[in-house]
């Protein structure tokens, strides 16, 4: 894609994976994620969710972190891989608030999540999908959003942010770029298309059915986020020492 023709013909719908966590833990990197693209727009946000298994008495944010203090590397947390969104913001949160936890990792957010479901694990940072069904059924317990802001798909969850981990974020982000050095009329056409046509209620009603809140950007605006977010992932990974070489 970094070396596709520059004629706004070839566009790449990227993710974190691709455009700033995947990047930021490979040493050998192949591609700079902020040089080799020209930002277009983001197309969406997901949020993941903070939940634990009920038998662990942490009814909200600042109860765990508590609990994670008076047991220091006792309390087990489920990921979907080393490496992966919920390693990271699990890293994060144990960076932020101080504690430190045990990580296991599994091959997938099924079988992570039904370590918590059997009482493995107790901690877990879950995408909306994997994590809604048993939050709802009270088989786990959500303790706050990944986001800023509250999720439309789960109001009545809190922030981490709100829950008492002030500045706490962790977010997918999905974007359109263009190779770099494609022609800034091309790509302001395009951002003015994707954001014209993008907000149909069909599209939106089907990225929402897959978790994702549609959200667009001026192609400064993705710019500037991409290169905070990988920054901020950058700084993580290296602190937790899992930066990928070879």
Not at 209 to 219: A, D, N, Q, V, W
């Amino acid at each position: 894609m970094a070396r596709a023709p520059k004629d706004g013909y070839t566009l790449l719908l990227g993710s974190a994976a691709t455009l700033i966590t995947g990047p930021a833990l490979d040493a050998d990197r192949k591609y700079d994620p902020l040089r080799d693209f020209a930002p277009i727009s983001l197309a969406g946000t997901t949020a993941y969710m903070l939940v634990t298994h009920p038998s662990l008495p942490a009814r909200n944010v600042r109860d765990l972190v508590n609990l994670a203090k008076a047991r220091p590397g006792r309390i087990a947390y489920a990921t979907t891989g080393q490496g992966s969104p919920a390693h990271l913001g699990a890293e994060l949160f144990q960076a932020m608030a101080g504690v430190r936890m045990i990580h296991v990792p599994y091959k997938g957010g099924a079988p992570a999540m039904l370590s918590l479901l059997q009482g493995e694990t107790f901690v877990m940072i879950s995408n909306f999908l994997t994590a809604l069904p048993p939050v709802r059924a009270d088989r786990v317990r959500a303790l706050g959003v990944t986001s800023l802001q509250r999720s439309e798909l789960a109001p009545e969850i809190p922030t981490i942010d709100e829950a008492g981990l002030s500045g706490f974020e962790l977010q997918q982000f999905y974007s359109v770029v263009a190779p770099a050095g494609t022609p800034a009329e091309v790509v302001q056409r395009l951002n003015q298309e994707i954001v014209q046509r993008l907000p149909a209620p069909d599209v939106k009603q089907r990225l929402a059915h897959e978790g994702i809140e549609l959200r667009t950007s001026t192609p400064g605006e993705l710019g500037k986020l991409n290169a905070e977010q990988f920054a901020k992932w950058l700084k993580v990974i290296q602190r937790a020492g899992i930066l990928r070489s070879g």
